[in-house]
Nanobody, 123 residues
Framework: QVQLVESGGGLVQPGGSLRLSCVAS????????MGWFRQAPGKEREFAAA????????YYADSVKGRFTVSRDNAKNTVYLQMNSLKPEDTAVYYC????????????????WGRGTQVTVSS
């Protein structure tokens, strides 16, 4: 069965850092673009970052560009999201997802989703 399992979330102070991981299984990980989405309470899910199958191309929402870095290790079937200079508005449940399509910022294009990990940025 397909599984995407996020980890690394938690409580961090503004300006701090977290590194999220997502371990995939049950599909050909290296054939998929991997994305990160987030959903804050009372708000719609939004795109944060994505990385193509090889890691050569990376995509970021304007809200996280310059602060977040997405990477992947295909040998470990794992995608990462390094989050620096965190702000309270980054507080959300973060989800990883997998797609074979090219429109990476649209959630409906993704085939598989994890259950999410909570990130809370607060002093």
């Amino acid at each position: 069965q397909v599984q995407l399992v996020e980890s690394g979330g938690g409580l961090v102070q503004p300006g701090g850092s977290l590194r999220l991981s997502c371990v995939a299984s049950g599909f050909t990980f290296s054939s998929y673009t991997m994305g990160w989405f987030r959903q804050a309470p009372g708000k719609e899910r939004e795109f944060a970052a994505a990385i193509n199958w090889s890691g050569r191309f990376k995509y970021y929402a304007d809200s996280v560009k310059g602060r977040f870095t997405v990477s992947r290790d295909n040998a470990k079937n794992t995608v990462y999201l390094q989050m620096n200079s965190l702000k309270p508005e980054d507080t959300a449940v973060y989800y990883c997802a997998a797609t074979r399509e090219i429109e990476v910022s649209i959630g409906s294009t993704y085939d598989y989703w994890g259950r999410g990990t909570q990130v809370t940025v607060s002093s």
